[in-house]
């Protein structure tokens, strides 16, 4: 079955962390670029963080030395590590699968986040 499934979310307070999981599953995992986006209530859906197939990665500014992308191409699997959490960070998390060669994308269900002040 071609999916992807992210797990990691809830509530925590300000300052605090949290480290979200994707796995992947019906796909080839090393040719997909993958992402994590959230959605805030009332917004649109951003790009936090971005991981080549290889090791390359880019985040949005409001993120940058807070949190981390990082994959396991052993276990099909992709993370996003998030320390020292904002209110504004609060939103479903949604996990994203580009593929380098046929550029088609996958999304997972969401996760939400949510981070108390």
């Known amino acids: 079955q071609v999916q992807l499934v992210e797990s990691g979310g809830g509530l925590v307070q300000a300052g605090g962390s949290l480290r979200l999981s994707c796995a992947a599953s019906?796909?080839?995992?090393?040719?997909?670029?993958m992402g994590w986006f959230r959605q805030a209530p009332g917004k649109e859906r951003e790009l936090v963080a971005r991981?080549?197939?290889?090791?390359?990665?880019n985040y949005v500014d409001s993120v940058k030395g807070r949190f981390t992308i990082f994959r396991d191409n052993a276990k099909n699997t992709v993370y996003l590590q998030m320390n020292s959490l904002k209110p504004e960070d609060t939103g479903v998390y949604y996990c994203?699968?580009?593929?380098?060669?046929?550029?088609?994308?996958?999304w997972g269900q969401g996760t939400q986040v949510t981070v108390s002040s």
């Open positions: 991981i080549s197939s290889g090791t390359n990665t």
């Open positions: 994203n699968a580009n593929n380098i060669y046929t550029n088609s994308m996958l």
């Open positions: 019906g796909i080839i995992f090393s040719r997909n670029a």
